[in-house]
């Protein structure tokens, strides 16, 4: 749940005043989304989607976002649309955060995703990748291999107040993937954070893709891997082989892995799930006294990663050698 | 902010294939309200909200407030009006909870009121007073002085850690106000919260009234001074006479004020101080560990309670005796 930041009626009628989209006639806080604050707008052209960047969202990386939403969206990818403001401008400044205007898309979060769920976001994913091959702009990702020692550093001491021995774990693990992580498999733009919450359903059809702050450019298949974690467990944290297949052979078929990539899909499996571990192990030893925001817990990732040391190659996730 | 229910679109679209209102293009958590966890539906048909009831809200006075937000629509005040499913019902059952559907009224609520906001709000609340004044159904007000002793037995010893010497401060007002308390004024439908909240404006117009669900039966002038505590004060807890002054006038415009209910301003503006610092103070003394809601300060309405104390009449509040 998330509005970290009130707005007022006039100063929002102020900011709309710079845009070309009709008068406002309501505003309500969207109780979604944990990085920034999210506003509905209905004006007399519509709805739109109001946001507030908070401070984890860097603002010089703003730019990136707005453009990929414009690539994406011009090559048909169903993804929320930077309304650009008089000046021609996307970003402006609402009470002191750098803020943008999105065109709403219709469509419902699945809470429970079943296998043909899994099988329309794995095409869908694929489909964002070959619509992100010519995007012109460069972001690397401050949350892969390379970054995960310093958030280690910062939780190393109280990782055992989580869980038992989660520092030695968390470190094994992170010496293995500094040696061994892949170089060199294709790159691209990556969505990075493809929960079931930013992918919107009407029916079984993919009607949307939401929330692109930790897009960036990476090793292409490391989006697949942190889809399978993110919609392929069971709420008991084991792994559903139906929808992971489901989801690898959609993605695949629009998109076909090398036997390179289909090999390194485990490796790139316990990456993901350490990369989401360590960022939900900062967060829960560091919630404020009286944060409005529950964070997430990174237990559910010490599983799904201690899953992925025991899978042999991507056939135990259901897919076979391409 | 409040979403304490999460509901999946699966049970939803069953819970909604229930009504006339067409296909399901979305829903949201809406971040406000403290009571309840209300969505923003979006279908073919257009926008509503969907109310699921928490357990502050009494199953059993649920038919009293969608039979009064019935009665009040049909009498041409904006409320929200509730939609009645294809049995001809307006209550439901989803995730276990209580739930109902109601119209979706545009409009903003003002986060800092003017004179002129105050001055429309006046005519507003004397316009549902006159609305209700043939509402068939009664219902009690268990948060006017009967209820008062209950609220303050359950935080007496704690009342010192919110502020000095609270607890004797509350219990001689308390014993004044079961002393005094007027009874014999005008009766009728209260709204009994109608704090910034919970009024929609379009402009310097009130566009509509929210959250009928502390609504009863009580003393008129009684639900008056609820809001000229809750719009008339400045973010530093000094009384604005000229705000107090427009919400007063404006209201006695639409509903003259008889000299008893003028004459008892200032003790029922004591007892709705009294009333939100009570409930605040127990919601601020309980809130459990991981509460995803901040409760309010109970020392702003401590604060206006003895303003209220050094008031001699209405006259001071800007009101002219009538």
Redesign the interface.
Known sequence: ???YT?V???E?AVFLAGYDIGD?????????GVENSNF?L?TSRG?FILTLYERRVAERDLPFFVALMEHLAARGINCPQPVKNKAGKVLGKLARRPTAIVTF????????PSAAHCAALGEALARLHLAGADFAMRRDNSLSVAGWRQLYEGCRERAHNVERNLEKVVAAELDMLERDWPRGLPEGVIHADLFPDNV???GDRVSGLIDFYFACTDTLVYDVVICLNAWCFEPDHSYNVTKGRALLASYAKARPLSPDEWARLPLLARGAALRFLLTRLVDWLDVPP?A???PKDPREYARKLRFHQTVKSARDYGLDEP
């Open positions: 749940m998330a509005v009130d007022a009626a006039e929002l406002l006639l309501s505003y309500k806080g969207i109780a979604e509905l209905h709805h898309l219709d469509g419902m979060w699945i809470r429970r919107f359903f009407l009286g409005l925001v529950r």
